[in-house]
């Protein structure tokens, strides 16, 4: 399973992006199925992978202090618990090695590390996909050497695609034309931005999007190491490849830089391909699918049973080229920016978004895919209804918390609940354990990233 942090579906050539960014990714795509329309369920890495790692919405995520780094400054975040089942401890119990190859966010703060038998947290020194592919290539030989009868799962992560897009690369690896020394996006740049002051021009939007095309289609090119290293070992026939993001990336399009802010379609329009052994290639699904959809999925192909608790459905059906109308007749929801917006709320082509402050967006997505035109005001009822689905969604997430919190395992819930908590349901402030403290080179990957001052 391979992850790319921060891909914008419409910028990779297989999702008719406008540069050839991703020829190795789109081969990819050609053996086996991509979907082309897949919703990430925030904008915002941890509570995105903490989604589909669980197959549940970020709505059923406790939130709570994460870490408290030595300065003090505490990291308060929605997250697994111990009481989830995670895919990479599904295919554990199971009988499966599995390893990740991982930086950033991924650690025991966030329970991104839960189910893994072998882990390598590897420091942020762009660009990272070449040491990330060599350590990831390396396990595979040791895999093939010492465990060749055990079935294995290897989660391989990079941010190379990640702000600020570019850095470390050669002059001459600016492939489409991008200034290394113009316009890009970094954490210097994003403070004065929202506060309005920063005063960037359409064209230097245009050149950071242009470095951000060059830094995906290097991505792409140095991933295709391990993906030869299957062939190289013999084993890609029998092996299942999964290709994902977390979210996507805004330049200025609705307001925005960056991501974690909102959850408009270039924040959260994510690629899904799969390629597995026995399934058709060149299989295109259209339907509506959601990045909580890729833990079934992954066990269905392994004829793993799939944990009560996954909200997402397998898309195997849809691998296969069937109808999958169970896919169609559901509600795609996105929430977990960690600032300015409540979250999405989508049915069939309608996809409606509320912010923080009660203003209303709605676009019909088979005739405004660049959510351009807001509806609210012309279609209030439809406006109206999605508003209500999306607030129900909330307070069944509250109900799943309180429900895996306290059984361990799903019960019927009355979807027209209004779940109420009185008082303090976990562990008083003076019992609960210490939030985890987070390592010095985690602290300064987060601080490179922006995420923490």
Known sequence: M?????????????????????????????????????????????????????????????????????????????????FHTTLPEALRDSGYFTGAVVRGWFTEAFGLKQGFDWFAYKERDQPELPEVTRTATRWLQQWRATRASQPFFLFVYSVDVHYPFMKGRSPDAHVF??????????????????????????????????????????????????????????????????????????????????????????????????????????????????????MPTILDLCDIPVPETAKGLSLVPSMRGEPQPELEYRNIFSEGAWTGFIGLARAGDHSFLLDEHGNRFLFNLALDPEESHNLAAELPAMAGGLQRVLIQHK???????????????????????????????????????????????????????????
């Open 395 to 453: 307070r069944e997430g509250l109900g799943t918390q309180l429900t895996l919190l306290l059984h361990g395992s799903p019960v019927d819930l009355d979807s027209n609940a209004n779940p109420i908590v009185e008082g303090e349901i976990f562990a008083s402030p003076g019992e609960r354990a210490p939030a985890p403290t987070l390592s010095e080179e985690s602290i300064e990957q987060l601080k490179a990233l922006g995420y923490l001052e």
């Open 177 to 294: 034309g991008g200034d290394p020394e113009g316009f890009n996006i970094d954490r210097e740049v994003l403070t004065p931005f929202r506060m309005g002051t920063l005063g960037e021009s359409d064209v230097d939007l245009a050149n950071a999007l242009t470095l951000y095309d060059e830094g995906l289609h290097w991505a792409d090119h140095e991933i295709q190491t391990l993906l030869d290293e299957l062939d190289n070992l013999g084993v890609a026939e029998n092996t299942i490849v999964v290709f994902v993001s977390d979210h996507g990336e805004e330049f200025g399009e609705h307001g925005s830089l960056s991501h974690g802010q909102n959850n408009f379609r270039t924040s959260v329009h994510v690629p899904l391909i799969i390629r597995a052994p026995g399934f058709p290639a060149n299989n295109l699904v259209t339907t509506p699918v959601m990045n909580i959809d890729v």
């Open 2 to 82: 391979i992850a790319f942090d921060t891909v914008r579906a419409d910028r990779m050539s297989s999702y008719d992006g406008p540069r050839p960014t991703t020829p190795n990714l789109d081969a990819l795509a050609a053996q086996g199925s991509r979907f082309a329309d897949c919703t990430a369920q925030a904008p915002f890495t941890p509570h995105s992978f903490s989604s589909m790692f669980a197959s549940i919405y970020v709505a059923d995520l406790p939130v709570r202090e994460r870490a408290r780094p030595e300065n003090e400054v505490s990291v308060t975040r929605a997250g697994l618990e111990d």
